[in-house]
């Protein structure tokens, strides 16, 4: 920021989750910059921020985004979102923040990248055992992620993060436990690694392996004490 400020440089940021994107905009409120963000030319989870000084006019090329779209033999093989994201970062040698939302459907992948790599990422010609060919596609073009979101109430007799993952995903708590002491949990994109950690309302909860849990709203109690919540829950897809 203090860079736009300065010397009216214009910036693109890594993508940003939306913990950092929060940050982000409570810092430049302060700040002579102005703040556009690539959820104004596709909806995703991850995004780009341009910094700017207040006299610069949006160019959407300035947010150094695109998407790639994976085509491969679906009938034959299937491809995941791990090895999609492991293959990416193994053969282009890139950092994670060079990389957008993953989006697998039945029918095609996409990914969305940082513009100014996107002929190395084309050079990729194999992802697990499947060959595969990459191509730049319009943003308008993005499909409708095929994650499938349950909501449920639970019931639990604390708001401790370990248990709610256990009743979230029907595990014992002896896993849930080892998964965070395993720094495999994130909640609001922060890693957790306290079994005792308590969570509440909009609190989004990720385990490595086994998907995420949206707490949208705090239910009040049973006659015998329970805590009632109610869930948003997205388990990975197995492949």
Known sequence: MSQVEETYSVISTFFL????????????????????????????????????????????????????????????????HAQVLGTFLGQAGVKRQELGDIIVTDRKIQIFVSKHLVESFKSIDKIGRAAVKIDEISLTDLAQNT??????????????????????????RNIATNMLESKKVKINYQEIDKKDFSVGAGDLISVRGFGRIKILSLLGLTKKGKQRVEIELIRNQKK
């Open 147 to 172: 994650e499938r979101a349950i909501q449920e109430v639970v019931l639990l007799d604390g708001l401790r993060i370990d248990k709610m993952i256990a009743i979230a995903f029907k595990i014992s």
């Open 17 to 80: 989750n939306p913990r950092e994107v929060e940050i982000l905009k409570t810092l430049a409120n302060k700040r002579e910059v102005q703040v556009f963000s690539s959820a104004e030319l596709a909806q995703t989870e991850l995004v780009k921020i341009i910094l700017a000084p207040n006299f610069y006019v949006l160019d959407k090329d300035d947010f150094d985004i695109a998407l790639l779209e994976i085509s491969y033999a679906i009938k034959f093989v299937q491809i995941s």
